[in-house]
């Protein structure tokens, strides 16, 4: 099986920072995309940004220019630096993988247990 464990949410003012980091253990035999999507309450899962495992980047307009996502494929392991943060960023964020299994080489879907990032004053 995959396991992803994700760490680095909490609270911060308006304005602030904080780095979320995901990393993946198991049956791993490549990750082919990895990235985050946030669920804020009341509303649908959405995608924050992925990144592939050539570096292929994809963010959601509403983070372009404020939040990074970066890769180690030696670690597998993402991060999302997130700056400039706003209140209608707070939300639980859920890291994500499509992942190819050892031995069956299959590509599956995986999520984490999510972490929650709160931007208040």
């Known amino acids: 099986q995959v396991q992803l464990v994700e760490s680095g949410g909490g609270s911060v003012q308006p304005g602030g920072s904080l780095r979320l980091s995901c990393a993946a253990s198991?049956?791993?035999?490549?990750?082919?995309?990895i990235g985050w999507y946030c669920q804020a309450p009341g509303k649908q899962r959405e995608l924050v940004a992925t990144?592939?495992?050539?570096?292929?980047?994809n963010y959601a307009d509403s983070v372009k220019g404020r939040f990074t996502i970066s890769r180690d494929n030696a670690k597998n392991t993402a991060y999302l630096q997130m700056n400039s943060l706003r209140p209608e960023d707070t939300a639980v964020y859920y890291c994500?993988?499509?992942?190819?299994?050892?031995?069956?080489?299959?590509?599956?879907?995986?999520w984490g247990q999510g972490t929650q990032v709160t931007v208040s004053s």
């Open positions: 994500y993988a499509r992942v190819v299994r050892k031995v069956i080489f299959r590509e599956s879907d995986y």
């Open positions: 198991g049956s791993i035999f490549s990750i082919t995309a």
């Open positions: 990144i592939t495992r050539d570096g292929s980047l």
